[in-house]
């Protein structure tokens, strides 16, 4: 079947080929063989990893490795309780990582769910609605207005039917389509004017057709196949983390050696300092580390999730705060996609009129003032032909929950079904009382004449109480060489060169304004007057008058540019429009800076590869591009080192989406294959979404940061006591048990606190970091160093006063390790309070983070459990400690912070994370 050319058969040839009666559709019973044959309509997800595969991956973690190695040491020692503790420590992990993956995905399909639920098909002679996936080859469909094609279709009914094929083919105009056979074999997509393909949308008319390919057979199923056959890259944090974990792997095997070499060295038992080695190979590696970055990353997911942005892959969340450049497409992302009549031109006069999107509300005003409708008749024969020489439907949806509130008016969400275009004359209409429902009760449409794209007009014939009417509207240069006459100051007058100019004039100055100009005209039709063809009812017609209209920008996306901007982020805008209305919605937005310049696909499609690269920093509107150019622009910035968000909503746009750094795909308007390619998908398809998503990148990779800075310093610290111990021929200052203690309650109820850290003011006001930066740039492994290493002194310090204090009998020793265990338990827990900001201690209010705070009072609690709980201090090696050796915990743990704090008050200004990261607007231009 596959090899038949569907456009190039007639409908006897299509019928026979099919096994499907194109009047009646499929029996009931010839449906289900053939959806056992063919399998369901839907494309797709690739290879799809069972649940039990998806948890067993999450112990592929090199470190996690390493942890089940250690389990086993301990086990093999006996320390049991050991095993048991690293045990459940790498269960959780895996639960968690598990949990966050199987819930994006199932947040993805979830709003794939939303393209195409459902088909009206005829089965058995009956219209029926069907969900789309139980389509087969020889349904036959059909479809009304604002429709999207459940699958690919063979035309062979057709009512003025034009189809939105940009997701597929990059026609940024709707395409006619008819039902004749094309002769021609070998056609593009674009040029297959009798096939509907799957994923496009109907914007006006109604069809029928009849189901040729389903699922990954059809053209977006294809180009899916494709997408995902093409390997994804490992993103930044995948690479620093496992580099990481390396280091830190060896950094703990070195030691072990060392401690276990000097122990045997100076006479010690093998067993015993085999088991010290094992201690610091705990205290080396942060077992909790992770399980706290999966914790982060999926806490900022929701977060991200409640801002309508969907992480299908977690680590590359942490790519958006490397982002530079976002690309961004104008219609629906930085505008609302919603055509609005902004301008009204009647008879030499200009009106505005008021009111954005498609609700009803707004008024009309000259010169300011606001314009009384009563006695404009001009006006009001405008608003007749606009709302009457129309097939969108303005439907308003009223809300459950105003309707509950007693007292209150309704609120309503006001929907559009049909071209938009359309839709804004209909709002129009609407807005000034004369909708198209009250019309349709006195006029009746006898025939249409639709639009094209070489007549640029429509027109209606209706019929009335005193007899019938032309209306027409379109592009203003092909509907006034049709014009006798005009409507000027209320009355008919002949259409003369001047007036034609002054109407000539004044559509340019609206087209110059980047508004998308409408002619209107009409006239009456004799009684016996034959109108057949578009050529005989459209001529000496009655010109009325201009609409101007645009698609407004987002009330909140300017706000969200100039974040970026300060964020030291170019914004891009990349569309399909005209060069001209780009321009002026780049304005608006503040999008071109003094010095930046726009290009048209036209003059990016002459330039070479190194002359793109020397100018395309400098360029920030890209207008009349198709898809394909995406691709070029995308690779350009890279090449100029810029990290890259790249929007897109179609399949064409999937390979640049792909390439990007940062594949961004559209939640409603996008295409399946979009979203595949993309790594974010935006459920409102609104730039200030995306400036959301990089805002909590940046918090995330930040709060990162911070329990890294945390766990590693605390442990630098540990290895420290138990290092300088051992080389100076000390008792061990911790058992393996309060190190375990320490790692598990300690560090991971404050870092876990860490990872939701609120975001310091100052985020959005720094320049992006850069890719390949280190995880410990910025100062951040000096402060880990310089803090454990102080951390691990004071711990020690105050074993050893303890220990000559206390002796070196069991129950002294057991009493300093105590009192270390609590001093490093304390440094610790003050220590994470410096950890909040990239300054000082004294930088942030402490109380800020109650997640932090209930954190550390369940550490001290649990410390103090372990203390003076009888039950518990044989398992923890500990004794209750008095008044004496808490003033000595409480100073030595003071410390670190205290002397760090100071040293960053008193410091030069300039030093650190400032002098890098300067604060305020940035200039983007490079």
Not at 2 to 14: D, P, R, V
Not at 32 to 57: D, M, R, W, Y
Not at 182 to 187: P, R, S
Not at 337 to 357: A, I, Y
Request: with cysteine; hydrophobic share 45%.
């Amino acid at each position: 079947m596959e090899q038949k050319k569907w456009h190039q058969l007639s409908a006897e040839e299509l019928s026979q080929a099919l096994g499907s009666s194109l009047e009646k559709g499929l029996e009931a019973g010839q449906a289900s063989e053939l959806l056992a044959q063919q399998g369901h309509n839907e494309l797709s997800e690739g290879k799809k990893i069972s649940p039990l595969v998806l948890f067993l991956n999450q112990f592929k973690d090199f470190m996690v490795l390493i942890l089940m190695g250690a389990t086993l040491i301990s086990g093999l020692l006996g320390e049991y309780l050991d095993a048991i503790t690293i045990i459940a420590i790498i269960v959780i992990n895996a639960v968690l990582g598990f949990a966050q993956e199987f819930r994006a995905e199932r947040s993805l399909r979830a709003l794939k769910e939303l393209s195409a639920p459902t088909a009206k098909v005829y089965r058995e002679g009956e219209l029926r609605s069907i969900a789309a996936r139980e389509l087969v080859a020889g349904d036959i469909v059909y479809l009304e207005s604002g429709d999207r094609i459940p699958a690919d279709i063979r035309f062979i009914e057709c009512n003025s039917c034009y189809v939105e094929e940009s997701a597929l083919t990059g026609e940024s105009v709707p395409v006619g389509k008819y039902t004749d056979a094309i002769h021609e074999a070998d056609l593009p997509l674009g040029d297959q004017r009798n096939i509907g393909f799957m994923g496009t949308m109907l914007t006006r008319g109604t069809a029928k057709g009849v189901v040729v390919r389903t699922g990954m057979a059809t053209e977006m199923g294809k180009i899916a196949e494709m997408i995902q056959d093409a390997q994804s890259m490992e993103t930044p944090l995948q690479h620093r983390l496992e580099q990481l974990g390396k280091i830190l792997i060896a950094v703990a095997i070195g030691l072990t050696v060392m401690v276990v070499v000097a122990g045997i060295l100076h006479g010690q038992p093998a067993y015993g300092m085999f088991l010290a080695g094992v201690s610091l190979a705990v205290a080396a590696i942060p077992e909790g580390l992770p399980a706290i970055v999966t914790i982060a990353l999926a806490l900022g997911v929701q977060r991200m999730i409640k801002r309508k942005a969907i992480v299908r892959r977690l680590p590359s969340v942490e790519t958006l705060g490397c982002a530079s450049v976002i690309c961004s497409d104008k219609t629906g992302t930085l505008t609302q996609n919603k055509m609005t009549v902004t301008s009204v031109w009647l008879g030499g006069r200009s009106l505005q009129v008021t009111g954005e999107g498609y609700e009803p509300s707004g008024g009309i005003f000259q010169d300011g003032k606001p314009l009384d409708i009563k006695g404009e008749q001009p006006l009001k024969r405008l608003l007749q032909i606009g709302a009457l020489c129309n097939n969108a439907r303005l439907e308003r949806k009223e809300q459950e929950e105003s309707k509950k509130r007693k007292g209150m008016e309704s609120a309503a969400e006001w929907s559009l079904s049909g071209d938009p275009t359309e839709g804004a004359l209909a709002v129009l209409a609407e807005k000034l009382g004369s909708s198209a429902r009250s019309l349709e009760k006195l006029y009746t449409r006898v025939k249409e004449f639709p639009f094209d794209s070489e007549r640029k007009r429509m027109s209606v014939i209706l019929s009335h109480q005193g007899g019938k009417l032309l209306c027409t509207k379109g592009a203003p240069d092909s509907l006034m060489d049709l014009c006798t006459y005009v409507l000027w100051d209320g009355k008919v007058m002949p259409f003369t060169s001047t007036l034609k100019r002054k109407v000539a004039e004044a559509g340019e100055g609206m087209a110059q304004s980047a508004l998308r100009v409408l002619g209107f005209a009409y006239r009456e039709l004799k009684p016996n007057e034959r109108c057949e063809t578009e050529g005989e009812a459209e001529n000496g017609l009655i010109f009325v008058g201009l609409t101007g209209m645009i698609d407004p920008p987002r009330r909140e996306v300017k706000e969200a540019i100039v974040t970026c901007r300060r964020a030291g982020i170019k914004t891009v805008m990349i569309t399909g429009d005209h060069q001209l209305t780009a321009e002026a919605i780049a304005g608006q937005l503040g999008i071109i800076p003094r010095g930046g310049i726009s290009m048209s696909g036209k003059q990016l499609q002459a330039l070479s590869e190194d002359e793109l690269d020397r100018v395309v920093d400098n360029v920030y509107v890209f207008a009349r591009v198709s898809p394909e150019h995406k691709l070029r622009i995308v690779k350009a910035l890279q090449r100029r080192g810029h990290v890259v968000a790249m929007t897109g909503d179609g399949v064409n746009d999937a390979p640049a989406i792909k390439a990007a750094d940062i594949g961004i795909a559209m939640g409603i308007t996008g295409t399946d294959v979009s979203k595949e390619a993309s790594s974010l998908v935006l459920g409102d398809d609104n730039f200030s979404t995306i400036a959301a998503a990089i805002e909590e990148g940046r918090g995330i990779y930040e709060n990162i940061r911070k329990f890294i800075r945390y766990l590693l310093a605390s442990n630098v610290g540990e290895i420290l006591v138990m290092f300088l111990a051992m080389m100076a021929g000390l008792p061990l200052p911790l058992v393996p048990i309060q190190i375990l203690w320490v790692n598990l309650v300690t560090d991971g109820l404050p870092a876990m606190a860490l990872g939701v850290d609120q975001a310091e003011k100052d985020l959005m006001q720094q320049k992006p970091r850069q890719a390949k930066e280190s995880i410990f740039s910025r100062r951040l492994g000096w402060k880990i160093i310089s803090r454990g290493i102080l951390i691990g002194i004071c711990t020690l310090g105050a074993f050893w006063i303890t220990l000559k204090e206390a002796g070196s009998s069991p129950q002294g020793l057991m009493t300093a390790q105590t009192v270390a265990f609590a001093t490093l338990v304390m440094a610790q827990l003050i220590h994470v309070f410096d950890c909040r900001s990239s300054r000082s201690i004294f930088h942030r209010n402490p109380l800020q983070n109650k997640y932090l705070v209930l954190a550390v009072l369940s550490s001290l609690l649990l410390m103090l459990g372990v203390l003076y709980i009888e039950a518990l201090q044989p398992i923890f090696k500990t004794v209750p400690i008095g008044l004496r050796e808490w003033c000595l915990v409480f100073v030595a743990a003071g410390i670190p912070s205290f002397v760090m704090g100071i040293g960053s008050v008193l410091g030069k200004p300039g030093k650190g994370k400032n002098a890098k990261w300067p604060l305020g607007p940035q200039t983007v231009s490079r």
